[in-house]
Nanobody, 118 residues
């Protein structure tokens, strides 16, 4: 499985971005998927996850602002990020798996940088 994340960039506080994660292979619809992020000097942390059935989970700090979704026909997962805050600045990674612990994931994308200016 190969995962490629894109869509990051520089945005002002209050703005929005949409991240995409494209997956190789024909079994994407069989994967639970998630987004993590890692800010400078900090541990990689869980952001949001979406299951095979479409169930979703979010970390508290992004609830109501971020939306995770998937398009199995396009082998792609998305993260719509609205009302961005400077503390959302991080490298965002997509991964295959389920749970809030990074060790529960086996494949990772290369990361895309999101910078939110105040």
């Amino acid at each position: 499985v190969q995962l490629q994340a894109c869509g990051g960039g520089l945005v002002q506080a209050g703005g929005f971005l949409r991240l995409s994660c494209a997956a190789s292979g024909r079994a994407f619809s069989d994967y639970d998927m998630a987004w993590f992020r890692q800010a400078p000097g900090k541990e990689r942390e869980f952001v949001a996850a979406i299951s095979i059935s479409g169930s979703t989970a979010y970390t508290d700090s992004v609830k109501g602002r971020f939306t995770i979704s998937r398009d199995n026909a396009k082998n792609t997962m998305y993260l719509q990020m609205n009302s961005l805050k400077p503390e959302d600045t991080a490298v965002y990674y997509c991964a295959r798996g389920w749970g809030t612990n990074k060790h529960q994931y086996d494949y990772w994308g290369q990361g895309t940088l999101v910078t939110v200016s105040s």
